[in-house]
């Protein structure tokens, strides 16, 4: 069975720093891996997806993820925060399959320090 | 309009009522998951319809929890005699491409029970 951890239920980062969530996952099988950001009263959208193709995904708004296998990592970041990426993160994790369900990890929420 | 649509947005029930939550996917979406979303507890899958097959109740957390999908749009997730750790915010989200899509998510159905 796939599984996620994000490791820090909350980070906080500068306006123009670089942001960084972690997330580890595990699975039996390659694993397809996806990140989704849910703004304030909004709800969850994909910022980006790996699929088993380049290890390195560039997302929407600047973010970007790499698959590391030998770290079992999916970690997300941006080289520069803006104050309009607060937001909760979550990453998730399927087996690819059709029958595989999409399993989401408890979540990060980023602070943008003006 | 041409999202998911969920009813009711908000629900406040009395310990021991049974609620029912609906969810309208995307026209062709196929498959189609509900989420529960707890204060610090992420998304805590709990259904997965894929098609014609048979559902993935995994994560339904107690028989006080059921789910039917009719005609392969419209979701219902009903949940009988509600405790207090019932409260929490109902995501439901669909896909046309099983296992590696994007998944689109509704707003959610925030239920409270007193």
């Known amino acids: 069975a796939q599984s996620v951890t994000q490791l820090g239920s909350h980070v906080s980062v500068s306006e123009g720093a670089l942001v960084l969530l972690r997330c580890n996952y595990s699975?039996?099988?390659?694993?397809?891996l996806f990140w989704y950001v849910q703004y304030p009263n909004q709800g969850l959208q994909l910022l980006l997806k790996?699929?088993?193709?380049?290890?390195l995904v560039k997302g929407i708004n600047g973010f970007e993820a790499e698959f590391k296998k030998s770290e079992t990592s999916f970690h997300l970041t941006k080289p520069s925060a803006h104050m309009s990426d607060a937001a909760e993160y979550f990453c998730?994790?399927?087996?690819?399959?059709?029958?595989?369900?999409?399993?989401f990890g408890s979540g990060t929420r980023l602070s943008i320090r003006p | 309009g041409a999202g998911v649509s969920q009813s009711p947005s908000n629900k406040v029930t009395e310990k021991g009522k049974d609620v029912e939550l609906r969810c309208d996917p995307i026209?062709?979406?196929?498959?189609l998951y509900w989420y529960r979303q707890s204060l610090g507890q992420g998304l805590e899958f709990l259904i997965y319809?894929?098609?014609?097959?048979?559902?993935?109740k995994s994560g339904l957390p107690s028989d006080r929890f059921s789910a039917e999908r009719t005609g392969g749009s419209v979701s219902t997730l009903t949940i009988q005699r509600t405790q207090q750790e019932d409260s929490a915010v109902y995501l439901c989200?669909?896909?046309?491409?099983?296992?590696?899509?994007?998944?689109?998510f509704g707003e959610g159905s925030r239920l409270t029970v007193l």
């Open positions: 998730a994790v399927s087996d690819g399959s059709s029958a595989s369900k999409i399993i």
């Open positions: 699975s039996s099988v390659p694993p397809y």
């Open positions: 790996y699929t088993s193709a380049a290890t």
């Open positions: 026209s062709g979406h196929t498959a």
């Open positions: 319809f894929q098609g014609n097959s048979a559902p993935d």
């Open positions: 989200a669909g896909t046309n491409r099983e296992g590696i899509g994007e998944l689109f």
